[in-house]
């Protein structure tokens, strides 16, 4: 299996542009969760997916965060308009049913906010 | 607020000696205790998870040990070695979702 795929890698922008990150889960897997993490707060959960539903959103920072899960094998994470205080490293990670406390992460998408 | 308290926030161990990373709980509504390793430039992997009714589990030179009654859990790295070197997170999963508590974490490095 090739793993949690992630894209972008790295992507740097300017204040007020919008920002789409995207998310590849491991087939198979029910639950799809998106972090952020920074050095100064940690990893932190934003929001995660079970079957393509949003389960639990309240980690979203404010509405310029959305995210969606259209098809079990894709999500995306959208910022919009983006600031220099979300720039962090977004990972998404995914399960299955049963054993959500055993995630598997993808490489990351490290984001910077100019 | 569920939460889970992680220390300490770094350590630094010689090579071949014994690194200790502890964690404690605020309630028992929780059904796993998972640890997380997570090197530079990488996602966090899953490095070895307890059930609290199991008061120790080990695999290679890694063993959680788990104190239910103090609501604690702990990662003991045996023979630590420089490739050891890493970010270490504990997590805990509530029993009414599927989501983690993570701790702060702790940068663990392994000194030759």
């Known amino acids: 299996d090739a793993g949690v795929i992630q894209s972008p890698r790295h992507e740097v922008t300017e204040m007020g542009q919008e920002v789409t990150l995207r998310c590849k889960p491991i087939?198979?897997?029910?639950?799809l969760f998106w972090y952020r993490q920074t050095m100064m707060r940690g990893l932190e959960l934003l929001i995660y997916?079970?079957?393509?539903?949003?389960?639990?959103d309240s980690g979203m920072p404010e509405d310029r965060f959305s995210a969606k899960m259209p098809n079990a094998s894709f999500s995306t994470l959208k910022i919009q308009p983006s600031e220099p205080r979300d720039s962090a490293v977004y990972f998404c990670?995914?399960?299955?049913?049963?054993?959500?406390?055993?995630?598997?992460f993808g490489p990351g998408t490290r984001l910077t906010v100019t | 607020q569920q939460q889970v308290k992680q220390s300490p926030q770094s350590l630094i161990v010689q090579k071949g000696g014994i690194s200790i990373i502890n964690c404690a709980y605020e309630?028992?509504?929780?059904?796993?205790f998972p640890w997380y390793q997570q090197f530079p430039g990488k996602g966090p992997a899953l490095l070895i998870a307890?059930?609290?009714d199991v008061s120790e589990k080990k695999e290679g030179r890694f063993t959680i040990s788990f104190n239910k009654s103090a609501k604690q859990f702990s990662l003991h790295i045996m023979d630590s070695q420089p490739g050891d070197s890493a970010t270490y997170f504990c997590?805990?999963?509530?029993?009414?979702?599927?989501?983690?508590?993570w701790g702060a974490g702790t940068k663990l490095i392994i000194k030759p």
């Open positions: 990670a995914s399960s299955r049913a049963g054993k959500s406390y055993e995630q598997y």
């Open positions: 087939s198979g897997h029910d639950y």
């Open positions: 997916f079970n079957n393509n539903v949003p389960i639990d």
């Open positions: 309630n028992t509504a929780f059904d796993y």
């Open positions: 307890i059930r609290p």
């Open positions: 997590a805990a999963r509530p029993h009414s979702n599927y989501q983690l508590i």
